[in-house]
């Protein structure tokens, strides 16, 4: 029976996988000026390769912001090439990093802790060569893409998950943009969160250490964070929780609530609305004019 199980699983992950592969996503609309390169491979743990896509805007303008994005997926599923909408950042002169990372059915946690991580130090210690500014970097996320935003900025200089990418003192950024982030792992009652842990039970240290909520300190950066009330896939009171604690702990932060919001699926107007107000909330820390 084992070896049946396993072999179903072969196959609906090399099923998956497939699907993946072959569907065809929409390219990244970027102004005139900007130059962009794909596939940037920034860590390669067990000859695997994580891989970034770099839009970045003339460097005649000087050093730029950047903005880090992950993809959501409850951390099995998902591919950066999903992710299209940068135009409110490049408007304002962002380089933009759309990072992959390591799912559930390569390797569990930490697994795409590390690599967020592993992607935020390849661009600081790259930061001259791609004409950002270590000062302004911004990283954001959506669903379990919040929660390894929230991981890799709240981390700091705890080097816990640096393993495969050591060597820098001094790691930060200039804000966290969490939209409807998983921030409890332990409290969140899905399969997902099971097969991510995987060994490590929902109530143990170690699920604890890979809970946003647990790595705020008094010096973590700025947050926003956005969250519908209605959301079927993770719960509301993760990021009420989260934002009580960041004002617990005094730490500036918005929190925006989509009244009737689903899981991401706000209406059209809503998310225009949402995007403005990110915007107004990182150029209230000056990271753009």
Known sequence: MKKIIAICFLLVVGFYTKAQETTEYKKVAYPTGYTEQLNVVYTTPKNWEGKM??????????????VINIHGGGWN??????????????????????ISYRLSQVATAPAAVEDTRCALIYLIKN???????????????????????????????????DTNCAGLKEVKVAAIIDKYGITDVGAWP????????????????????????????????????????????????????????????????????????????????????????????????????
């Open 127 to 161: 930061a001259k060569a791609l004409n950002i500014d270590v000062n302004r970097i911004v990283i954001m996320g959506g669903s379990a893409g919040g929660h390894l935003a929230l991981m890799g900025g709240l981390l700091g200089n705890d080097t816990k998950f």
């Open 190 to 289: 899905s399969k997902s969160a099971v097969m991510w842990l995987g060994s490590y039970p929902r109530e143990s240290a170690f699920a604890k250490s890979v809970s946003p909520i647990y790595q705020i300190k008094k010096d973590s950066p700025p947050v926003f964070i956005v969250h519908g009330n209605a959301d079927p896939v993770v719960s509301y009171q993760q990021s009420v929780d989260f934002k009580k604690k960041l004002d617990e702990m005094g730490i500036k932060n918005e929190f925006i609530t989509v009244e009737g919001g689903e899981h991401g699926k706000f209406p059209a107007e809503k998310n225009s609305e949402v995007n403005a107000q990110i915007m107004e909330f990182l150029k209230g820390l000056g990271i753009h004019k």
């Open 53 to 66: 896509d770099i839009y970045m805007p003339p460097k005649e303008k000087g050093l730029s912001p950047v």
């Open 77 to 98: 599923k998902g591919v950066k090439e999903s992710q299209t909408g940068f135009s409110s950042f490049f408007k304002k002169g962002y380089a933009v990093a759309n």
